[in-house]
């Protein structure tokens, strides 16, 4: 690798260390300067890359990391000024290029100073990216998640499987064969806690969540079939007001009756006087009897924002039930969660016991600088919620293994890595790929993977 894959992080709480275990994975050579002993002690036992016990502040670490060498700098301590500084540092170093994660949205504004006159590449808020996730999820009420890839020209739809469901018992290849009045296909399945890249024989099963990528000219007709309605959120509830619920409300109030809950009574006191266009309740979220007396009954959907991961999961489960106890269709888009979670560990696990959606803020932080790092090989990059998979956009080189032969003789090798070609943009045209597709040099591509298997991605498109 070139020095410009040489990666300094600086802090190695949560959105430092799920990212340097990323770009390891990858085959980054990765160097982390953390303070805190007994951080760094956990974080080797899973973390092949050199750690150094220093401070972002002192110069000695810097040359102890030979910051000299490196070709990207992440700032990701928990104190904004010191990740601030350490842009301006590494410029100092001939870091080339400087990510600085922010939990300050005063200081993304740039009405003072620049990024460029701090020498950021890119400033990354992580509850800002949730909260603007949240806000993209709530406007897709018609189904639990909705993501564009493609330049908008691909749509992958998530949905659960019920008794009703035309997919159901159905393999892909069956729906292919049964629905060629239009194009789809099945790139991923959430399974309990197992993510499945589906091969032409897997059986779509009751609860199962389903990921269907699709044309846009394709996907209205599709959810018609599923008998997913398009349909407004009217009324929301949002529990907690930390900085991603008053986000999310600051983002949605004027277009939806919010109802925000907050457990401190300064804070609620403060929220009621900043939010002109939301209802601020002062009360527990996670007692049922709350819930009813603020109006769960007439909600649409429910997002919990807390700090606890447990209050989140326990207060969406509970809102669930609540919102859903007059048999409402599951798939109409009433009785939507959202939970903010705070540990990977119970992402899959959220998803399987009946929330609709988990976020983490680290996870969406990590992705936003990911795709900086790898906009040079990758055109884009999105996560689907609730499976470990990653939609991915690229583009075939010239000499390619992907390339002049069709996607079937290949069969073998995405079994193996879990890779799924979805779709194929030929001549101007984007399609849902098949097994006599053939990838042309320079054609742009829509792969799903796990995530674990991007580098293996990257390297069949190189």
């Known amino acids: 690798m070139s020095k410009d894959d040489n990666t300094l992080i600086l802090g190695i709480g949560g959105v430092g260390l799920h990212l340097a275990q990323r770009l390891v994975h990858e085959g980054y050579p990765v160097t982390v300067i953390e303070s805190d002993s007994e ?25 102890e990391a030979h910051a000299q060498d490196m070709g990207l700098m992440i700032a990701a301590t928990n104190d904004d000024s010191t990740n601030m500084l ?4 590494a410029d100092r170093f001939g870091i080339a290029r400087k990510i600085v994660r922010t939990r300050s949205i005063d200081l993304m504004d740039g009405s003072i100073l620049s990024p460029e006159d701090l020498k950021i590449d890119l400033m990354v808020h992580p509850e800002e990216l949730v909260a603007q996730e949240i806000f993209r ?19 992958v739809l998530a949905m659960r499987v019920n008794e009703e469901s035309p997919l159901i018992y159905k393999t892909p290849k069956e729906l292919s064969a049964t629905h060629t009045e239009y194009n789809f296909r099945v790139v991923a399945i959430a399974r309990g806690i197992s993510t499945i890249i589906p091969h032409a024989d897997e059986q779509i099963r009751p609860l199962d969540q389903v990921f269907i990528m699709a044309r846009k000219d394709d996907m209205k007709p599709f959810m018609e079939m599923m008998k997913i309605e398009h349909k407004k959120i009217e009324c929301m509830m949002i529990l907690g007001g930390g900085l991603v619920g008053s986000r999310v409300a600051q983002l949605l109030e004027k277009e939806v009756k919010i109802k925000l809950i907050e457990n401190n009574q300064d804070r609620a006191d403060e929220l009621a006087s900043d939010l002109k266009n939301t209802e601020v309740i002062h009360g527990d979220g996670t007692d049922a009897n709350v819930l009813v007396m603020s109006g769960l009954d007439a909600t649409e959907s429910f997002i919990a924002t807390t700090g606890d991961n447990e209050t989140n999961i326990v207060s969406c489960l509970l809102a669930k039930h609540l919102m859903n106890r007059n048999n409402r269709d599951l798939q109409a888009g009433h009785g939507k969660t959202i939970a903010l979670v705070n ?15 988990a976020l ?9 600088i990911l795709k900086f790092i790898r906009r040079n090989e990758l055109l884009s990059v999105a996560h689907l919620h609730g499976v470990d998979a990653e939609v991915v956009e690229l583009k075939a080189g010239p000499g390619s293994e992907i390339a002049h032969k069709p996607l079937k003789k290949l069969a073998s090798y995405f079994r193996q890595h879990n890779i799924l070609i979805g ?24 792969a799903v993977c796990s995530s674990h298997q991007l580098k293996k991605v990257r390297q069949l498109f190189n």
């Open 39 to 63: 951080l760094l002690e956990a974080a080797a036992e899973s973390l092949d890359a050199r750690l150094i016990c220093g401070n972002a502040m002192q110069l000695s670490s810097w040359r």
């Open 137 to 155: 999820l709530v406007k897709r009420a018609s189904c639990n998640d909705l993501t564009v890839v493609g330049d908008g020209n691909m749509l």
């Open 343 to 357: 540990k990977e560990d119970y992402l899959v696990l959220a998803s399987t016991i009946g929330l609709d959606i």
């Open 86 to 89: 350490s842009a301006l540092i």
């Open 423 to 446: 779709g194929v943009e030929q001549n101007g045209v984007w399609k849902v790929a098949v097994g006599s597709t053939q990838v042309q040099p320079h054609n742009r591509v829509v």
């Open 360 to 368: 983490n803020a680290k996870i969406s932080a990590a992705n936003e």
